[in-house]
């Protein structure tokens, strides 16, 4: 599940990087994945959209065991 996730974020990574930010995989366990916002999107207007929406919605759909995700 951990790879899937990996491969996910990285496909994103340049998206989220072209706009001053940067994302990290903190851990996967038991369904729930935890992620590390940094740069420009801490504080950003999108930041829900482009977490919660398109890269959870990405995770959620490519890996359904994801139950949970939590960014910090």
């Keep these: 599940m951990q790879e899937k996730v ?21 851990e996967v366990k038991g369904g729930i ?3 590390k916002v940094s740069g420009a999107c801490v504080g950003c207007q999108m930041h829900d959209e482009t977490f919660n929406g398109m890269l959870g919605g990405m ?12 960014i910090e």
């Design 33 to 35: 994945v935890k992620i």
């Design 59 to 70: 995770i959620k759909e490519e890996v359904p065991e994801v139950k949970n995700i939590i």
């Design 6 to 26: 990996e491969k996910i974020i990285e496909k994103m990574r340049p998206y989220i990087q072209m706009h001053g930010g940067d994302v990290i995989l903190l």
